[in-house]
């Protein structure tokens, strides 16, 4: 009893540290960013300075001998989902980890779906999919999917992502929203996942969201430390002190970086990136404002 509490603790504190974001996301015209499955008919009405003349309904117009305008609504309906990396590097972080600001970032934008009345649904993998929530609408379903992201004690420390994207691939057939919250650390060679990641994009509007700890693109000279990889548990002791080593460390991270960003570019997937030391509203708030500006220009 005494743990459920602590977990509800936990999930109504993130609801209020999240709850001005949320705000500024919907303010910010998260309706308009995100548009529904298409427009049905709603109304005929007269004609009014300034009406799209493309929408003049010729029939109705010419029995009456006075201008009638169709009028459509946008038909909403979405449907959001969460693709969440539950791998053992989520573990990693300084004073923050990777896996809690994903899950903060995550809960963000499942409120502001919630606000937007949209069904969520939630998809948690490491490597190969570990548990799936169908896309439901209320309250009730949210929390029940943050106390989830909160709780689950994944399977496997492991990832593979293209695995996990084919079976999202199968599993939704209804053109949705789907945010991949990950750090995108795998294997590149064995986890090439860009050609399922274009599979899905080219069906449903994709978003790409990497979690990363300012620590994992600099190692700073602290002498002889022992790195342990989170995955594989595999641990090698380095002398932090060798400035070659430091540079030729940076240097490769910074050619993964730049051949992963490549992959979303080629495929046009939008990506963001989300620094655990940083307030995670700010590159959300600015991606909105990006995709705001597509939209409308």
């Known amino acids: 009893m005494s743990e459920t509490k602590d977990i509800l603790k936990v999930v109504k504190k993130i609801e209020i540290s999240t709850r001005e974001l949320v705000e500024g996301l919907i303010t910010g ?50 449907r959001v989902y969460f693709a969440f990396d539950v791998s053992g590097s989520g573990s990693f972080g300084d004073k923050v980890s990777k896996r809690r600001r994903a899950v903060e970032i995550a809960a963000s934008l499942m409120f502001a779906s919630l606000r937007n009345n949209d069904n969520i649904g939630l998809f948690l993998f490491s490597d190969g999919i ?6 439901r609408k209320g309250r009730k379903h949210v929390l029940k999917l943050i106390t989830t992201l909160v709780t689950y004690q994944p ?19 209804k053109k949705s929203i789907i945010f991949v919250v990950s750090d995108f650390i ?26 990363i700890d300012p620590r994992e693109r600099e190692i700073p000279d602290v ?57 995670y509203a700010v590159p959300l708030k600015k991606f909105f404002r990006i995709r705001q500006r597509r939209v409308v220009y």
Do not use: C
């Open 29 to 78: 015209n998260y309706h308009s960013v995100f548009k529904g499955q298409g427009i049905e008919f709603s109304e005929i009405r007269d004609y009014r300075p300034g009406d799209d003349v493309r929408a003049i309904d010729w029939k109705v117009t010419a029995r009456f001998n006075y201008p009638y305008i169709k009028e459509f609504i946008e038909e909403r309906d979405l």
């Open 130 to 135: 570990e548990k799936f929530i169908p896309a």
């Open 186 to 211: 795998s294997n590149v060679f064995a986890d090439d996942f860009s050609v399922p990641l274009k599979h899905l994009k080219n069906r449903h509007d994709v978003i790409a969201m990497r979690i």
């Open 155 to 173: 399977e496997s420390k492991h990832t593979n992502i293209a695995e996990s994207l084919k079976f999202i691939s199968k599993v939704i057939k």
């Open 223 to 279: 002498g002889l430390i022992e790195l342990e990889d989170e995955e594989t548990g595999e641990q090698i002791l380095v002398d932090t002190s060798d400035e070659e080593f430091r540079h030729n460390y940076s240097s490769l991270i910074a050619e993964q970086d730049a051949k992963l960003r490549s992959r979303f570019n080629k495929i046009k997937v939008d990506f963001l990136d989300v620094l655990t030391d940083e307030p």
